[in-house]
């Protein structure tokens, strides 16, 4: 294995830690979290914003996402020359990151500004449990974009490594 295969394949292996530390922290606040937030609307939600009164949930994501995507380009790119599987299952697995970056940023994005805002005094309790549900029920379709490409980045990985 040449000097540029081994870079691609830590960057490779470093991209599907982050990856999984993020899916990780989907489902942390999907069971933990979320069930906290959804009940007792607007208390539970003003309640939820002060606790993260400094820090939140998306900075979490902005930290490992983004490591990620890097990562798995130029992995893509150094390791190009490996067998036709592996970039398959590289290429599903970058799809699967921009899918679900670009899912998060449209869907999430907005709920997230209406239910954490100071706007939340102004908006009626029936509108923010709306909010709440289309917010678990988008949650649920994104654990499954990324729980596939995870697979994505699993396979790709054994078939870099079987084709040693």
Same mark, same amino acid.
């Given at each position: 294995?040449?000097?540029?295969?081994?870079?691609?394949?830590?960057?490779?292996?470093?991209?599907?830690?982050?990856?999984?530390?993020?899916?990780?922290?989907?489902?942390?606040?999907?069971?933990?979290?979320?069930?906290?937030?959804?009940?007792?609307?607007?208390?539970?939600?003003?309640?939820?914003?002060?606790?993260?009164?400094?820090?939140?949930?998306?900075?979490?994501?902005?930290?490992?996402?983004?490591?990620?995507?890097?990562?798995?380009?130029?992995?893509?790119?150094?390791?190009? +020359?490996?067998?036709?599987? /592996?970039?398959?299952? *590289?290429?599903?697995?970058?799809?699967? =990151? %921009?899918?679900? @970056?670009?899912? $998060?940023?449209?869907?999430?994005?907005?709920?997230?500004?209406?239910?954490?805002?100071?706007?939340?005094?102004?908006? +009626?309790?029936?509108?923010? /449990?709306?909010?709440? *549900?289309?917010?678990?029920?988008?949650? =649920? %379709?994104?654990? @499954?974009?990324? $729980?596939?490409?995870?697979?994505?980045?699993?396979?790709?990985?054994?078939?870099?490594?079987?084709?040693?």
């Amino acid at each position: 294995m040449n000097i540029l295969s081994k870079i691609g394949l830590l960057l490779f292996t470093i991209s599907l830690i982050a990856f999984a530390i993020s899916l990780g922290g989907i489902l942390y606040q999907h069971i933990v979290e979320f069930p906290n937030w959804k009940k007792d609307i607007s208390n539970s939600l003003r309640s939820y914003r002060t606790f993260f009164k400094y820090s939140n949930f998306g900075n979490f994501f902005k930290i490992f996402m983004p490591i990620s995507s890097a990562c798995l380009l130029i992995a893509i790119f150094l390791l190009w +020359n490996k067998p036709t599987e /592996a970039n398959k299952w *590289t290429l599903g697995a970058m799809t699967g =990151l %921009i899918l679900t @970056a670009s899912f $998060t940023n449209y869907y999430f994005v907005p709920k997230h500004t209406k239910l954490f805002s100071d706007e939340i005094a102004e908006t +009626n309790v029936s509108e923010l /449990a709306a909010l709440v *549900t289309k917010w678990g029920k988008g949650n =649920l %379709i994104r654990i @499954a974009i990324m $729980t596939l490409t995870l697979i994505c980045f699993l396979k790709g990985y054994q078939t870099i490594f079987t084709n040693q």
